[in-house]
């Protein structure tokens, strides 16, 4: 795994500092302290963390799944020891305040970072991201005090962190949680550590739910507090947030020996993604787990959403780096094995079984496999560490253009978070192809990316909501204003990109299906009827992240032509972002126009079919 | 599974009699004796085997992996049960004849009766599908003795079968194999059960290529028998087929106590299809394996290829069937699970929560994905049918059209493999979402389903040799006589539907795109070099899968159509099989077009990316 960790940093190298030219962040009176040098100290720390922490124990987490045993979770010992050597590393604050022992890195370098760590075992990074999505929510949302007690131990790598919003009657339905928060006694809103409730109910999903690493586990849960007349309020806007510990702490943050009535009801016994545990909590079997509320009553679910999109951008990086750890599995693969010859020019079909056999790289329909999972996953990280430079802008740059960034950020994190789950599963998918029956096997690494990945489209809201989200109220936003900002800066670059002899038919196709896109978002809101538009919304989504995937590839060509007008460069690797491009433009970007017929036109199809008639 | 198996007896009876009309086939003389009750017993027997010894043991052969102890293979005994009770049905001579204990089955019917089993456990049932093709191969190009020794205990049920084809560093260009067959002996060509020889050599991949049940298992190996100085025959043209016992037998088929020298080297351990074991077995460690030649020197690749187009429409079935069992597990889930509310019509997204959830099913992203796990595996199921049909034809028809249905089979085979190996995967990728966390869990039957399915593109020849086989071979074959006869065939589809109104917009589509698929052919080829036109072979692959499949949709679609003017047919299920048919025009063969895009322009892409560029 050294050698494919060391080619991701090439790239990474080139979308930060040729593309998106982060050390210009450093103007930004945030990132003084900070250049290319300390970005790239952080990436080495990262780098060498992870080939010596996380890759070598992929498998076994994958092998040796968590285990209740009726009284703990039993994990194997390299869990703890990757969460420590995380944590040792500084990164969980990475992008905290200095004041709050963080490095105020910017948001599109700590994703760099964190990548590396998903390309090395998505499973055993898992636990560090929930937490330090756990403590940003609390620096953000939390009191001082919550904050100095649940945030700081977690960025310390002391406690670890969930998110509970899922229930067994409530998957993607939020709004009918049935998890209740009752005011704990008549003192509730005085305790030191904020408003004290009485949590009961069943929390489904979590992730990290239990274990034994750490001192405590700091649970943020959502649920609803009931009326007078005990009846929990409808909808979303009678969601509370909670702050629920594993062990109780008092207001000082010491452990107070006591445990919270909070029960691990079971695990459960997941395809992929195994290193991490994933249980079903009971809140409340007794007199109620006690809980302290963060935010305002009902501000819960903005408050979670506050992190929803960096969690969005994350499930769609480590879905990347899977599909980018499988390709670079199978290209090694294809270098070394030999099979078959080439075809020779003629007629019929001739091959000289007298010749030696060629590395299957020299195949066509290999190069083709291996350019789509290249194009996918390369691509696909490149989306992400867009995003995370609009968050950067959208927290530290002029108004107007945060705002802009705001805006572009709401529309791209359905497409960030679905679009490397579909293709950089596909991308699994064809690593495994290409390995053959050694691919179907767990001799290799491969079929582990493949299960691991297939849960990406499912956890942080499904493909079909990113749909909804994305052509239900993104395309919306601000009357259609927030569209026409990513619209127009698509484009912007075909316009760029139009002088360039080698790019000038790729401009003009983007610019094509960029029109198409605007023009079937329109139609599909034309008779002003939701459940005409959006019947065919997760076509709406993959056409819509397919034309994305095209500007973010015409993107890369252009700076790899940049690049390539200096002979001194390193001319391999960027003849192959072209090639990716390339393949991305002739039999990817097409399709895009086949899935917006649907959507233009309003298909009834999907509205129309009877549920007896399967 | 029961209700499942019922539901799947459904369609097959409606494939079977609405669309083949398969009781004309009594008109034959080799079919005389069967007629509607006998094909119904024999479906009615299979259903029952199908509910009662595999699908309840789908679960436990893949949690309980095969084993080998070092002596010997452990399989939990629910194997070997399942196994016998599908010998003592007497299946496993199902289309022999009468005279060999045979049933003089259809081949249409007997891959009916097959996808049962295979819906219901698809690594249980392997074993028999091996065993018969084995016993097939040599009632065909066996000695009478051979017959005798070697398949009639396979029909009976007490040996068990494999092919030997690959090896480890020859898996998909198998001229390259080295095992070697040396004349055993001056009386080699006198031994009563056929020419002796000692073989030598590694044989990777083989299904049930070991194990404790039975009596005995045959091997059926390809290997190469050296000239004068020890060389071993460059080609394919070189191999020769050798039967080779694992426990030796003598003239009169006796069990004469001896061991062959094979050895099993290990066991692989694979992503799916667990239930079946899968060896790399060393022959000839000592003083090497005795096996027999079966057919003349040099004739064994032919000999295999015999067998191998219905071992390949069995691929194809057993995906399709996969692919169904997860379409109706997750058709269950969806009619029961309450989920979120329906978008009210209007200008904006609003969903009333104190209305009471919804079956997901009532969700159009939900019904689309039902839609397509229906027209993929259902469509599949009957392309399989149809191919098991032209095989009817091919051995009964009257010579012209004999001969017809062998150059349809020959183009069709590459398709009928491929297709349901990719597009049912697909499938049990959506059944997994339908079901969400649930379906990424080993509580729900569908993980296990898509784990089993991503075999089925690698073994008996990967996709991208299918591809090469067919616009390579096979749209050559008799100067394009054989694609023209299914280009035809499709045509006359096209033009018999236009005269219903409610196909005539789809009877134009498919006659579009075979027009397309002819054009894209011959433009392929236009150039006369075969680099330029086989590096997209896997596109065109792609793209005569579908159109293919919108002509089985068409035929189906008007098949329905005609019964829904009795008004007293069952309605919701011919609406269902006409929505299928919408969806696969709708959503799917527009990206027909796509893929012949860069086939019909020999677009250069994939044959002149340069492997270091990667």
Not at 421 to 434: D, G, K, R
Request: charged residues 20%; contains cysteine; proline residues 4%.
């Amino acid at each position: 795994m050294e050698a494919e960790l060391g080619s991701i940093r090439a790239t990474l190298n080139f979308l930060l500092h040729d593309w998106l030219q982060v050390v210009r962040l450093s103007k930004r009176e945030r990132f003084t302290e900070h250049g290319a040098e300390t970005y790239a100290a952080v990436l080495d720390l990262c780098q060498r963390l992870a080939a010596e922490r996380f890759a070598p124990f992929n498998r076994r987490v994958d092998v040796e799944e968590p285990v209740f045993d009726g009284e703990r979770v039993r994990l194997p010992a390299c869990t703890e020891e990757a969460c420590a050597a995380y944590a040792a590393s500084g990164l969980l604050a990475a992008s905290q305040d200095y004041d709050a022992g963080g490095m105020q890195l910017p948001c599109v370098v700590e994703m760099a970072a964190n990548s590396l760590f998903s390309a090395a075992s998505i499973g055993l990074k898992a636990y560090s991201l929930l937490t330090a999505a756990n403590a940003n929510l609390l620096m953000t949302h939390g009191t001082a005090l919550q904050r100095k007690v649940f945030a700081q131990p977690q960025f310390e790598g002391r406690y670890f962190g969930t998110m509970d919003l899922s229930e067994p009657q409530a998957g993607s339905s939020i709004s009918d949680i049935t998890t209740r928060a009752v005011a704990d006694g008549a003192d509730h809103e005085h305790d030191p550590l904020g408003p004290r409730y009485r949590i009961g109910g069943r929390k489904m999903w979590i992730s990290g739910g239990d274990h034994e690493m750490g001192e405590n586990i700091v649970h943020l849960v959502l649920a609803k507090i009931p009326d007078a007349d005990g009846k929990l309020p409808p909808g979303t806007n009678g969601i509370s947030l909670f702050v629920v510990p594993k062990h109780r702490v008092d207001a000082d943050g010491r452990l107070t020996g006591e445990r919270n009535d909070i029960v691990l009801a079971g695990l459960n016994h997941k395809l992929g993604y195994r290193g991490t545990t994933n249980a079903l909590l009971n809140y409340g079997e007794g007199t109620g787990a006690i809980g302290y509320r963060v935010g305002a009553p009902g501000a819960g679910l903005r408050c979670m959403f506050h992190m929803m999109n960096e969690a969005r951008i994350q499930v769609g990086l480590g879905a990347a780096m899977l599909g980018y750890a499988g390709y670079l599995a199978s290209l090694s693969y294809a270098r070394e094995r030999p099979q078959g010859r080439p075809v020779a020019a003629g007629r019929t079909v001739v091959k000289n079984a007298s010749q030696p056999q060629v590395p299957i790289i020299e195949h066509p329909d290999v190069k083709r496999m291996l350019l789509a999972q290249k194009a996918y996953s390369e691509g696909a990280l490149a989306l992400q560490l867009y995003c995370a430079r609009l968050v950067d802008e959208q927290h530290t740059g002029p108004p107007a253009e945060a705002e802009r960034a705001r805006l572009s950020l709401e529309v791209l994190t359905p497409i960030a978070k679905s679009w490397p789950s579909e293709w950089c599963l596909e991308a699994n998918s064809l690593a495994i192809q290409v390995l053959g029956g050694y691919g179907y096997t767990r001799e290799s690494p491969v079929e582990q990316h493949w299960r691991d990945n297939r849960l990406n489209m499912i956890h942080e809201g499904t493909h079909g909501i990113q749909g909804l989200d994305l052509l239900g109220r993104k395309a919306l936003l601000h009357d259609g204003e927030a569209l026409e900002i990513v619209v127009e800066r698509m484009r912007a670059t075909a316009r760029e990109a139009r002088v360039l002899r080698e790019l000038a038919l790729q401009s003009v196709e983007l610019a094509t299906a960029v029109d198409l896109l605007a023009r079937a978002t329109q139609q599909a809101w034309s008779t002003g009827n939701a459940q005409e538009a959006l019947a065919n919304a997760t076509s709406y989504l993959r056409a819509f992240g397919h034309i994305v995937m095209a500007w973010i590839w015409l993107e890369l060509a252009q700076t790899s032509c940049r690049a390539l007008d200096d002979p001194s460069a390193a001319t391999d690797f960027h003849h192959g972002k072209l090639a990716a491009a390339r393949y991305f433009f002739t039999f990817e970007l097409p399709l895009a126009a086949v899935w917006l017929k649907p959507v233009a036109r309003r298909d009834s199809l999907l509205r129309s079919t009877e549920p007896q008639w399967f």
